[in-house]
């Protein structure tokens, strides 16, 4: 197959630059066209075979309708959806292969899978909090890495994201309760991603860290994702169908 034809939106920011250098690296890509702010995207998709995209969630819907006019394939790695916006991705799905992953690098999707697996192992008597750290500009809370590793608690022990999640504790908020899955967000200096699961029992405290130290992991995950998705079927796929992980 002749190379495959990206375009990088968000081509300013920290993510975009990083998927540049990713793609200028891989020898079976290359940057059809790259867009920010203001830049028309109509024009620039018609040079391209598949889009990766790391900008804002307020772009997303936007973005989806015109992938799905020109039949383009998305990788979006942005973050900090609402409901209603991750609804217009999941609806788009139905007629155009989207990977939506709150994280690509190989590290945090294996810390995904073990999660999964110490919940279950561990059982109902621990209790257990989410912790993220990231740079002082990042700009949604808690980061889409950290909302992914409480969707996959949730998931396995029956809880409602909606109703059961405790962003932060501030003043008399009383005993923790047994259901409550608390989330706590730090931010500052450059840290590029920091997330642990811990999982406190009687006596003993099991917690599952990644740091990551550089964007070219999550670069590197999303231009693999690209590759993979320009000929799948559509649908809504996420890091785990990329690296054969179900
Ligand atoms: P950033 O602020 O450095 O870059 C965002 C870029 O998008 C900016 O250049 C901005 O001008 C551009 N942009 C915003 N709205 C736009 C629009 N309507 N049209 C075109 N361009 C637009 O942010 P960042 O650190 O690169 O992060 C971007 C997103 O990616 C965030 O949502 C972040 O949480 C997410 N992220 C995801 C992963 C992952 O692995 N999924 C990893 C890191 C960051």
Known sequence: MSSLRILVTGCKG???QAVIRAVEA??????GAMIDMGDSLEDALAKSDVVI?????????VLVEACLK????LVMGTTGHTNEE???IRAASAKLPIVLAANFSVGVN??????RKAVNILGPDFDLEVIEMHHNKKMDSPSGTARR????LCEETKVSYENDTRHGRHGDVGARTKKEI???ALRGGDVVGDHTVVFAGQGERVELTHKASSRDTFATGAVRAARWLFDKKPGLYDMQDVLGLK
């Open 53 to 61: 995209d790391f900008t804002s969630h307020h772009f997303s819907s």
């Open 70 to 73: 020109l039949r383009k394939p």
């Open 149 to 152: 590793l409480v969707e996959i």
């Open 14 to 16: 920290r993510m975009g």
């Open 182 to 184: 608390g989330v706590h």
């Open 110 to 115: 294996t810390l995904f899978w073990l999660t």
């Open 26 to 31: 891989d020898s079976s890509s290359e940057v």
């Open 86 to 88: 991750r609804e217009t």
